[in-house]
Structure formats: C-alpha cells, structure tokens
C-alpha cells in the first residue's frame, strides 16, 4: 500500500480483475494515538454496491455511523496484536446485505477493507439455524465431557431452562439419576429411551439419538431428544386393556391364560400340582335386570375383592367375563389344603353387601375345579374340566 489513499497499481488491477470490493481507509488518532475514525478515502463500484457508501463531491463518506464504533474496537485491539488480518461478518441494513469484511492493517495509519457478498450463504445459514432452533425435537450440542454448548428454543421450553441457564449445565443435570446413575452411557446412533428431569423436578420419558457432529477439526456430540411421555401412557393404558379387566381391576382372561400356560411349564419341571377353579355367580342376572347395570357392577368389584382376599399372594384371580372368574392357585403341596381355601371362599361370602341403603344383596356362586395334571396338562383342557364342574355344580342347587 501507498500513503496518500491509493493501492499501487499492481495490487488495484489484480483486486478489480477478480471484481474484489474493496476500500482503502485511511485511520484518524487523536493526540494520544488513540484511534478515533476512519475515513475511506477510495473504494470501488463493487463496495459500494453491497455496503451501500455513497460518494459525496469532496470525498467518500466515512463509515455508517452504526458501524463504526465496533469496526474502531476491532482495528484497535488486532492494530497491538501480531495478526495484521483478520475477517468478520456484517449485515448492511442499506443495501439488505451480508458481507464478509477482511481487514488487512498496514502501517498503523492505513488498512485495506475487502468485501465478500455472503448474503445468499448466510440467509441459508440463518434459515437452517431457525429451523434447527424451531425444530419439534429438542436439540443439545454439548463437549464429549457432556459439558452444553448449545440448546434450541424447544429444548429450553421443554426443560424450563433459559438458554443461557443451560449453556451452563451438564448434559447428566438433566438426566433423572435415580433412575439413570451420574455417569449415563449416550449410545451413538441408537434410539434410546430415557426419563429426563426439568427444572422443576417434574420428569418426562424421551426417545433420543445421539450422533456425532464434527465442525471442522473438532468433534461435539449433537443429542435428538422427544418427548414421549404421551406415547408411553397410551402404550401402558393399552397394555393395561390388554390383560386387565377395567371394571374390577384384575386380570382378564389373556393375562390368566398366559400365566397360567408358565405355571405349567414350572410344574412339568418339578412334579408340582395346581389348581384351576371356574366361579360363576348365582342368580347375577336378575340382579342386573332388577337393579340395573351399575349395582351389578359394584356387585361384581365386591365379590372379587372377596375371593381376593382369601387367597395367597401368588395366587391370582380373574374376570374372564360377565360373571365368570377363574381362580389359579399355584405350587400345591397337598390337595386337601383346597377345601381349605374353597371354606374360606365360601365364609367370605355370608355377610350380604349392602350396596346402597335401601339394597341389599346376599350373594352366593357356585365353583368348579380342575388339577393339573390329573385333569389336563394344558390351559383349554383345564379351564374347560373347571367350568364343566361348576356347571355341574350349579345344576345341583337347582335340583334341591
């Protein structure tokens, strides 16, 4: 560079031939050399079409105002320092522009300013950066340590952070530790379910992947997380449709079928018994068509409770429909001890229920059973032997 505002000729035709705008700025000191403006004193068509500097008739006028402050704090600081170049990104709000400014320091009282137009790759860059930001699923970049780096408006929203709140945090602050440990292991590229805590305390189960992100010669680590809690409430409510009776709250005739095909299984191991029982209440239908479907409700969730409760705890009981239970009870050691249960069954049942102040109901069933494997070695052999027996028995009060 010269003084005097040119660029010699050499380095003029080279930067015009490639149509490189540019401006030579000459740097203003006041008397203690501190820098105090900066004066373009020529620059070329192609500056002045991305930065939108005007030339008046004495000269090119300074550097917008809104800019200037800042572009006299970076040439002061980098005018000590050893880089005598260096390049930031400006938006022009005259022309709607994004530039790429370099800025190369020559003698202390001159720099060159060259300038790409970025506006195209920048717009994208802004467009990708608000759809990441606005993106359904949260997003974290953090360090391989854990440490965040970044957090989207939907993550921030989601944990009840604010961004600058999480920029500070691990990514293990935000993982329930009781249930996950300090030291959770983030599988790469696999979907994994995990229950995350928010600010609040609240917590919420998450599908997530995590990946690796490499910007440059450095690798982050960039985690997908959504929140699945929805989905795993419906997938719990089903399974509950799926093997439990929403009426009385036992098992339905899948889960009994499906626990009682195991027990099998566990007694052809070790030449053990068990027992089916087929129970069916009497006289159940004229309760109904008296009293109508909500007192035979009620009827139905008080008897289970009754049979309930005089069996062991890995014994079960079932509603398989209607009035019809099935009832397994496991690991039998002696038969005889059954009578003692069907006594107990049968006593639990003396006491009428009294289902609202003018009803009340004495209830009775009759109750057929089958034992594996004397009656059978499989479910449909023994739940039919059980509800043969009780038809049997119930046909017998009929006759007294």
């Not at 329930?176 to 609040?200: M, Q, V």
């Not at 699945?228 to 997938?235: A, F, L, P, W």
């Amino acid at each position: 560079m010269k003084h005097g505002g040119k660029i010699n000729n050499l380095n003029q035709s080279v930067i015009e031939k490639f149509e490189k705008s540019y401006c030579y700025c000459e740097i203003i000191t006041n008397f203690f050399q501190v820098i105090e403006d900066i004066h373009i004193l020529s620059c070329n068509k192609e500056f002045k079409k991305i930065t939108g500097i005007i030339e008046n008739k004495d000269n090119y006028i300074g550097i917008c105002e809104k800019y200037k402050v800042d572009l006299i704090d970076k040439i002061s600081k980098n005018i000590k320092s050893t880089n005598k170049e260096y390049d930031f990104e400006w938006y022009f709000n005259k022309t709607q522009k994004w530039g790429r400014l370099k800025i190369f320091i020559g003698d202390k009282k001159h720099v060159l300013i060259t300038v790409d137009d970025v506006t195209f790759y920048k717009n994208n860059q802004l467009k990708y950066e608000y759809i990441v930001d606005k993106s359904l699923e949260t997003i974290i970049i953090r360090e391989l340590d854990g440490s965040i780096l970044y957090c989207n408006s939907t993550g921030c929203d989601t944990f009840q952070y604010k961004l600058d709140e999480i920029i500070n945090m691990n990514v293990k602050d935000l993982i329930d530790k009781a249930i996950e440990g300090y030291n959770s292991f983030f599988p790469l590229n696999t979907i994994t379910e995990r229950l995350y805590i928010k600010k609040d305390k609240t917590k919420f189960f998450a599908e997530e992947i995590t990946k690796i992100l490499k910007v440059g010669n450095k690798s982050h680590i960039v985690t997908y997380i959504i929140d699945i809690t929805e989905k795993k409430i419906k997938e719990k409510k089903f399974k509950y449709l799926a093997y439990f009776d929403s009426l009385t709250d036992l098992p339905n005739r899948n889960f009994f079928n499906m626990e009682l095909k195991k027990e099998l299984e566990k007694i052809k191991k070790y030449n053990g018994n068990l027992v089916v029982m087929f129970l069916d209440l009497d006289n159940f239908k004229y309760t109904n068509d008296t009293y109508g479907h909500g007192i035979g409700d009620k009827l139905l969730c008080e008897a289970s409770k009754r049979v309930k409760s005089v069996l062991r705890k890995d014994d079960l009981i079932a509603r398989i429909g209607g009035d019809e239970f099935t009832i397994l009870l496991k690991d039998i050691k002696n038969i005889d001890n059954v009578k003692n249960v069907m006594e107990r069954m049968i006593k639990s049942f003396d006491s009428p229920v009294c289902i609202e102040k003018n009803i009340i109901i004495n209830m009775e069933f009759s109750i057929g059973m089958s034992i594996a494997p004397r009656d059978g070695e499989n479910v449909e052999e023994l739940i039919k032997r059980a509800d043969k027996n009780m038809y049997a028995n119930k046909k017998s009060k009929k006759n007294k």
